[in-house]
């Protein structure tokens, strides 16, 4: 009976762990995105004056998270790890409470982009680790003695953990959530005619196939047949094929958002201009010009806040807003290569391709560019899970 108990504790303690472990990995691989959910809690709770410091906390936090889930899940420092996992837990539910009756703009932001929980099945996901955390952790007595072996499997894991935010630090994401994601086509009006009040603009339905579509810049191919003229009301999930909306304008407030789905094109993202390299974009800029693409740079800020800037009279200049910005390229600086309105790659500024590089990527097929991208990346991110679990459980 007593061996029973036992196990069932270290299930739920095991279970409680591993949800721990996810959320921590899917925070820690996109860093930039997890400061922005920090951000928006600490403007909820009228703590914007340490915003700056949102991306730090989020990854101290995010970290601290994964080390919990990784001690509960190899059975070490059991009375510690209970300890902090009631407190994270009450933390947590206590937020996810308040945000539940206050309902606020907001995603709780428990898994990252990955998974997008309602304040309210935010809280009851919480109210549910309690019920575990009740019967893994009481009595806070009698935890049983570890294998000394998963102290070492514990420490392999916190330093794995640790180089998985070093590397996204640096590096955009191994798995993107965002809607920019590459594969996606992008939407934009050649008329602008979305920035109407009413919502509603025309678009020309093609049928190909037996399948009809809506349009309203160029045609992905030339075997569709037009159908008729239309005019479709706008709002968020309903977008033309659902594809996600660039838009950015030139000095004079002119939406320039066609130049983004036609041809070859990189475009580079500066949502931080006072800490942007403008050197190096100006040579990657030179570089993407070089290999036969047309290149931009989209700011997160106003004509004023640039000229006061050391930026090249070489770049083409484009402004755009600041979340937008974060969410087509994680990397301050970072570039992302569109064929045709379709987000073909992206990269942060240490990873731009060189000339050679430039070259091959821009003249090959788009469709074998972007998978290949998307494969190498997902073996990677998956590589790194298989070798945390391996740590954890085998070890």
């Not at 898994?111 to 019920?131: D, P, R």
């Not at 050649?190 to 349009?215: H, R, V």
């Not at 066609?258 to 800490?275: D, H, Q, R």
Request: hydrophobic residues 45%; charged residues 20%; aromatic residues 12%.
């Amino acid at each position: 009976m007593k061996a029973a108990h036992h196990r069932f504790r270290r299930i739920c303690a095991i279970i409680i762990g591993i949800v721990l472990l996810c959320s921590s990995l899917l925070k820690l691989m996109d860093p930039v995105g997890t400061g922005l959910i920090v951000r928006e809690y600490l403007s909820f709770f009228h703590l914007g004056f340490i915003g700056g410091a949102a991306k730090v906390l989020g990854a101290l936090l995010a970290l601290l998270e994964g080390t919990v889930g990784a001690a509960l899940i190899t059975g070490v420092f059991r009375k510690a790890a209970a300890t902090v996992t009631w407190a994270l837990l009450g933390f947590f539910t206590l937020i996810t409470l308040i945000l539940w009756i206050a309902n606020p703009a907001m995603d709780c932001g428990c898994f990252g982009e990955a998974i997008h929980l309602t304040h309210a099945q935010s809280f009851l996901k919480n109210i549910v680790l309690l019920v575990l955390a009740f019967g893994a952790f009481l009595p806070m007595t009698q935890f049983g003695i570890p294998f000394t072996r998963k102290k070492v499997s514990f420490a392999l894991s916190v330093v794995a953990l640790v180089i998985a935010l070093w590397y996204s630090w640096k590096h955009l994401p191994l798995i993107d959530f965002t809607e920019f994601a590459p594969g996606v086509e992008l939407y934009a009006s050649l008329d602008n005619d979305y920035q109407k009040d009413d919502g509603l603009f025309p678009t020309l339905i093609y049928e190909k196939d037996g399948q009809q579509g809506s349009f309203t810049g160029i045609l992905p191919d030339s075997n569709w047949s037009f159908v008729r003229a239309d005019t479709l009301k706008r709002n968020g999930r309903y977008l033309p094929q659902s594809k996600p909306m660039l838009s950015f304008t030139d000095a004079s407030g002119e939406y320039q958002d066609e130049k983004a789905v036609i041809g070859k094109v990189v475009l580079f993202s500066v949502y931080k201009p006072e800490k942007a390299d403008w050197k190096r974009l100006e040579q990657q800029a030179e570089t993407a010009k070089n290999a036969g693409a047309a290149a931009f740079v989209l700011v997160a800020s106003d004509p004023e806040t640039i000229d006061g800037l050391s930026v090249p009279p070489t770049l083409e200049i484009y402004y755009a807003d600041y979340k937008t910005l974060l969410t087509l390229n994680r990397a301050n600086g970072g570039g992302s290569y569109f064929s045709n309105g379709e987000l073909v790659t992206k990269w942060a500024p240490c990873d731009a391709p060189k000339t050679d590089g430039m070259g091959a990527m821009i003249w090959s097929d788009p469709i074998d560019v972007s998978t290949q991208h998307v494969i190498k990346r997902r073996i990677r991110a998956q590589g790194f899970c298989l070798y945390l679990a391996a740590l954890l459980i085998l070890v």
